[in-house]
Nanobody, 127 residues
Framework: QVQLEESGGGLVQAGDSLRLSCAAS???????VSWFRQAPGKEREWAAG????????IYADSVKGRFTISRDNAKNTVYLQMNSLKPEDTAVYYC?????????????????????WGQGTQVIVTS
């Protein structure tokens, strides 16, 4: 069974960049992966997703053009490059994957599609 661990969060100023990593252990990491985020007092929301081979990526409108999701399957790691950060990007960021074996034609955006989650990494953006 795969375990996910996020890293790379921190405290930055508006306009700065961060790169988050989601490292998998325990099983080959060749499944769909999404990044979600949860701001204080708000529901967890989907931010970006990537398919098994990294050739298909999708983004929420709120991060499109600023965030880039990518993966290195040889390193069992998925990344989220976040540029031009805004205070509204402040949240705990989670990576998630689906280990059920389902064959997704498109990377799902709903939380219920994912059965394996990391513990999250905090991102704080000050103005």
């Amino acid at each position: 069974q795969v375990q996910l661990e996020e890293s790379g969060g921190g405290l930055v100023q508006a306009g700065d960049s961060l790169r988050l990593s989601c490292a998998a252990s325990g099983a080959p990491f060749t499944t769909i992966v999404s990044w979600f985020r949860q701001a204080p007092g708000k529901e967890r929301e989907w931010a970006a997703g990537i398919n098994e081979n990294g050739r298909s990526v999708i983004y929420a409108d709120s991060v499109k053009g600023r965030f880039t999701i990518s993966r290195d399957n040889a390193k069992n790691t998925v990344y989220l490059q976040m540029n031009s950060l805004k205070p509204e990007d402040t949240a705990v960021y989670y990576c998630a994957t689906d280990m059920s074996g389902r064959d997704w034609s498109n990377v799902p955006r709903r939380r219920e599609a994912y059965d394996t989650w990391g513990q999250g990494t905090q991102v704080i953006v000050t103005s």
